[in-house]
Structure formats: C-alpha cells, structure tokens
Nanobody, 118 residues
C-alpha cells in the first residue's frame, strides 16, 4: 500500500475549478499532525516546483503564480491534505504530486494529471 494516495485530477476548462486530495493511509495520527504536507507540480519539459505546503501547525506557503487562486488545507483526522484550485489557467496544466515531510523522511505520491484546456 502506498504511503500517499492522490485523487481529483482531470480535464477542466480555463476558469474552472478542481480539488485535489492526498490521503496518508499508513501514517499514524501522532506522526501526521507534525508532518508538513505539500503539493508540487511538473509540466512537460519543466522542473518540478512547489505549489503550496502546509505545516502541522497550519502555516501555509504558496508559489506566487497561484496566490489568490489555490487554497491548501488539511484534515488531520482524515490524514488528508487538499488543494482547491480555482480560476484555473492553461499554464496550470501539469502532473501534481503530493509530498509529506517529517524531518529527514519524505514520501511522494504517484501524481495526478491536471489539464486545463478549452
């Protein structure tokens, strides 16, 4: 069983919305609440970049290009982090990856494709 399981990608028109979810089914709650969760994306021919992350304490960080459009949140009881993406643009098209970080331990999800196109 994978450490992180992502869902919610798909095809959407410009201006539309999607919500990505990432669940950590194997992580115990006491570890999850101190784990920083993040979303990264990689477009064809480009390097993987951080989109947003959220610490166990709820501090959030966004790349400038998504500020005001994307919202990251977490539900510790469900061991799940979300990325609400609004006002999507074609340049948001990428494979989106979930990542967990706790000290020196990182896990990555398998990735979910987001395509913004008319």
């Amino acid at each position: 069983q994978r450490q992180l399981v992502e869902s919610g990608g798909g095809l959407v028109q410009p201006g539309g919305s999607l919500r990505l979810s990432c669940k950590a089914p194997r992580m115990i709650l006491s570890s999850y609440v101190i784990t920083t969760m993040g979303w990264y994306r990689q477009a064809p021919g480009k390097q993987r970049e951080l989109v947003a992350n959220i610490t166990g304490g709820g501090t959030v960080n966004y790349v400038d290009s998504v500020k005001g459009r994307f919202t990251i949140s977490r539900d510790n009881g469900k061991r799940t982090v979300y990325l609400q993406m609004n006002s999507l643009k074609p340049e948001d098209t990428a494979v989106y990856y979930c990542k967990s970080n706790r000290g020196a331990i990182d896990y990555w999800g398998q990735g979910t494709q987001v395509t913004v196109s008319s």
